[in-house]
């Protein structure tokens, strides 16, 4: 496999995911961006934590989208991230997501 072919098959996946995405978002209510990945959740708590003077993220999400172009199952049940940096969480409002 040349290297063209390896950019043109990554690019195909990243094609293909964004595709998904756009046929899945509407069934989400909220996003969620952390440092590491991207989801679409239905559910969503998000507590701050402390220990030994760091403070840190422990985020649930429940019915679940990753978006990660390497996974086959990007549908989840539930999901436990714990970050150390920040997390964005949007409610998605469904007038944002219809097209023009």
Request: a negative charge; hydrophobic letters at 45%.
């Amino acid at each position: 496999m040349s290297a063209e072919d390896l950019e043109n098959y990554e690019t195909d996946m990243e094609l293909a995911l964004y595709r998904e995405y756009r046929d899945v978002v509407g069934l989400f209510a909220y996003v969620v961006e952390t440092e590491r990945r991207f989801y679409l959740a239905n559910n969503v708590d998000l507590q701050v934590r402390s220990a030994g003077g760091e403070v840190f993220f422990e985020l649930t999400l429940s019915d679940a989208w990753v978006w990660d172009v390497y996974r086959s199952a990007r549908f989840v049940k539930q999901v436990r991230v714990v970050t150390f940096k920040d997390v964005n969480v949007e409610e998605l409002s469904k007038a944002d997501l219809q097209m023009p």
